[in-house]
């Protein structure tokens, strides 16, 4: 594992030691990156081969040098469609707590444990609460959580079975994460917002490694993410600096696309009116609970990206959502979240507009288990699970005896 060179601030880059624990850019607030001496890790740092650990730490040679908090996150299977020949799913549902936001939190918590913090606090649409919550577990550290109070039912209850301390505020991450910022000194919290602290963007670097190892060392075409902070499709791009410079991959960079939900679309909106920042989404409203965030911090550098990529950003209503989540578990056996089947929706918008050809090669990435969502989607089916009586029963010979 390499030492940190410095970070490096994402706006105004003025660089920072990482020998202490640090957040924003002291002088613009910016993000701050992780930047290590990549001349040097050319000549030693080596493409992971056959035995290295099914974990994201096989990139161990550009992540921090700490001892990991690891529950076996990353290297998550990328899964041919069975009907589109272009199309893979990059199924991050294999992850520890259902979803890809435990990359980030494996990262940041192995360097808050580094640091000897002792509790860290953070606003979440859902997912990265249940993550943080559990790698905090692991470390022994105090989690401090923040989210809505209609999250989904399966975050909330992951936040307590992890023994977190669990906050379920009226209103939306951007509430959250405002009482975060006004308690964090008096309570003594680190906070671990995203793109609020550099590690995160660390850990979810590890999908773009991993996609391109996945495909032998060579880009896809295109890389569908659902879009709420941004911070994948981030870690993914900084992924792609760093192979590159590294001499792993060469050639054209995947056109990065971008995917929200119409209920909330702060980037898809900035995206058509050709504004190089969002403005905060009023009323947002959406079961893609992790895609509900009015105003993504790292807005500029989404728009950025996915403008020097040459992709594009859309959004698609909740009914959409639900027909492209549905379709892909009756067709192909896999129970998308509502975040990652906002990404297959729009796939079959872009292969009808020409945007994209069938036999282009794309990555989507299910960022969650539909599992995680039940109370969600079964309301938004508008599905109440029958009276016990209406069950069918069977006979003791296994015939089935439908109730009248
Ligand atoms: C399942 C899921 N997908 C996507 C997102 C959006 O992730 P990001 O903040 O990296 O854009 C979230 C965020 O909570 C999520 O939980
Ligand atoms: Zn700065």
């Given at each position: 594992m390499p030492a940190i060179s410095y970070l490096e601030c994402s706006r105004c880059r003025q660089?920072?030691?990482?020998?202490?624990?640090?957040?924003?850019?002291?002088?613009?607030?910016?993000?701050?990156?992780?930047?290590?001496?990549?001349?040097?890790?050319?000549?030693?740092?080596?493409?992971?081969?056959?035995?290295?650990?099914?974990?994201?730490?096989?990139?161990?040679?550009?992540?921090?040098?700490?001892?990991?908090?690891?529950l076996?996150?990353?290297?998550?299977?990328?899964?041919?469609?069975?009907?589109?020949?272009?199309?893979?799913?990059?199924?991050?549902?294999?992850?520890?707590?259902?979803?890809?936001?435990?990359?980030?939190m494996s990262a940041a918590v192995s360097m808050a444990r580094h640091y000897g913090l002792k509790k860290l606090a953070a606003p979440s649409a859902g997912n990265a609460a249940s993550a943080l919550a559990a790698y905090a577990a692991a470390a022994g550290i105090e989690a401090h959580i923040f989210m809505p109070r209609d999250v989904p039912m399966a975050n909330y209850l992951e936040g307590e079975v992890y023994g977190a301390h669990v906050t379920l505020v009226d209103g939306l991450i951007s509430d959250c994460g405002r009482i975060v910022a006004e308690r964090k000194a008096s309570e003594g919290w680190f906070d671990v917002s995203s793109l609020k602290e550099p590690f995160r963007v660390?850990?979810?670097?590890?999908?773009?490694?991993?996609?391109?190892?996945?495909l032998g060392w060579t880009y896809?075409?295109?890389?569908?993410?659902?879009?709420?902070?941004g911070v994948g499709l981030?870690?993914?791009?900084?992924?792609?600096?760093?192979?590159?410079?590294?001499?792993?991959?060469?050639?054209?960079r995947p056109k990065m696309i971008a995917v929200q939900a119409s209920g909330c679309a702060p980037v898809s909106r900035a995206w058509k009116e050709g504004a190089t920042a969002s403005k905060t989404f009023e009323n947002p409203a959406t079961f893609a609970a992790g895609l509900r965030v009015p105003?993504?911090?790292?807005?500029?550098?989404?728009?950025?990206?996915?403008r020097e990529s040459g992709g594009t950003v859309l959004d698609l209503p909740d009914e959409e959502i639900l027909a492209s989540l549905l379709d892909w578990a009756r067709h192909e056996g896999l129970f998308l979240c509502p975040e990652g089947a906002t990404a297959t929706a729009a796939y079959d918008r872009l292969i009808q507009s020409g945007f994209l050809k069938p036999?282009?090669?794309?990555?989507?990435?299910?960022?969650?288990?539909?599992?995680?969502?039940?109370?969600?989607?079964?309301?938004?089916m508008h599905l109440r699970r029958p009276a016990t009586k209406q069950y069918p029963r069977r006979t003791p010979v296994g015939g089935i005896i439908t109730p009248q």
């Open positions: 660089h920072v030691s990482a020998d202490t624990p640090q957040t924003v850019c002291p002088a613009c607030a910016g993000t701050l990156y992780v930047r290590y001496d990549l001349e040097s890790l050319k000549k030693i740092a080596q493409r992971p081969g056959p035995d290295a650990v099914p974990s994201m730490w096989r990139y161990a040679d550009l992540l921090p040098e700490v001892v990991p908090v690891t076996g996150e990353g290297w998550t299977p990328l899964l041919p469609s069975r009907r589109h020949p272009g199309l893979l799913i990059k199924e991050e549902a294999n992850n520890p707590t259902g979803s890809f936001k435990a990359r980030g660390e850990g979810k670097k590890t999908m773009g490694y991993e996609l391109v190892e996945q896809p075409d295109a890389v569908f993410y659902p879009t709420g902070g981030i870690g993914m791009w900084k992924a792609f600096e760093e192979m590159e410079e590294l001499g792993w991959v060469s050639g054209r105003k993504p911090y790292g807005d500029t550098i989404i728009l950025d990206i996915v036999e282009d090669k794309v990555v989507l990435f299910n960022t969650g288990s539909g599992l995680k969502y039940i109370d969600a989607i079964a309301d938004a």
